[in-house]
């Protein structure tokens, strides 16, 4: 069952949805050559406790950290360590989220340490954040849960690759559900597949958790020894950006971006939702 969503508990999950912003804001900052991921933990540990948040990643499913730090060709859910030390032209994907009275913010964004990076590197972040932004505009009355990830992958798909060939669109992680608990129903593909049938409609009080995650070869991935961190069989890198969105009567809310994704959604003609914390 889809859980919806009064405008008292959107207003309190976009109170959770701005403390994950502050973590994204703080991380960026200290992702830098020479800081360990779990330095970047630190940062985020330090953000909660601020704002007096709870981390919705750290001991679900027995995960050990506050965020996941994927590097370069990891995908998703890399954990922190003092082993890994960012290096000058890396990229890393850093997923976070956090509670407030309950209610659950997530997101996720690819940043660039030092520079000097490729520019098909810099060319697969900006397709897999702007095809996150296409699913985001599809959050519309009337959609169904399919046209958020034909948009999603009508935009991938559409994008040329530096070089030739396709991007990977990752095939066995998407998005979901978010509320009550970080990941609930439904299961949001960034692909269409036709088995799934279109999905429940979107009506207000739906919230997702859209995040597509792209790599720069193959679609499929594997587990480490570790059973959690994700890596692409071919060892190509790949990007994850990620936002919370809630559907209201006025429109989409993005949660866990600071303006509510008025900016970018007024590029796409797509007018936002008024925020509710004003």
């Known amino acids: 069952m889809v859980q919806i969503k009064s405008p008292e508990q959107i207003a309190k999950m976009r ?3 701005l403390v994950v912003a ?3 804001a703080a991380t960026r900052e200290a992702a830098v050559p020479g800081a360990t991921t779990k330095d970047l933990d630190q940062v985020a540990r330090k953000v909660l406790a ?3 948040a709870k981390p919705n990643f750290l001991g679900y499913g027995g995960f050990p950290a506050t965020i996941c730090t994927s590097v370069n060709e990891v995908v998703v859910h890399g954990i922190p360590s003092d082993e890994v030390v960012l290096k000058d032209g890396d990229i890393i994907s850093i997923d976070c989220g956090a509670i407030i009275d309950g209610w659950h913010g997530d997101a996720a964004y690819t940043a660039f340490v030092g520079s000097g990076h490729a520019p098909e590197l810099v060319e697969l972040s900006r397709v897999t954040e702007e095809s996150m932004w296409a699913g985001i505009a599809a959050m519309k009355q009337g959609n169904r849960l399919v046209d958020v990830s034909r948009a999603i992958e009508t935009y991938i798909r559409r994008q040329p690759k530096p070089g ?4 990977g669109i990752i095939e066995d992680y998407g998005g979901h559900g978010i509320g009550t608990e970080m990941h609930m129903d439904p299961h949001l593909l960034n692909y269409v597949d036709r088995r799934r049938g279109k999905g429940p409609k979107l009506v207000p009080g739906f919230c997702l958790a859209i995040e597509p995650m792209v790599s720069l070869g193959t679609p499929k991935t594997e587990v480490l020894e570790d059973d959690w961190t994700v890596i692409t069989t071919d060892g190509t890198w790949s990007s994850h950006w990620e ?4 559907l209201t009567e006025e429109g989409p809310l993005v949660l866990t971006s600071p303006d509510g994704g008025k900016a970018k959604l007024a590029e796409l003609g797509v007018v936002a939702a008024p925020d509710p914390l004003g």
Request: proline share 0%; hydrophobic share 30%.
């Open 22 to 24: 502050a973590i994204h």
């Open 164 to 167: 030739g060939g396709k991007y």
């Open 15 to 17: 109170e959770a949805g």
């Open 243 to 246: 936002h919370s969105v809630a």
């Open 50 to 52: 601020e704002h007096n």
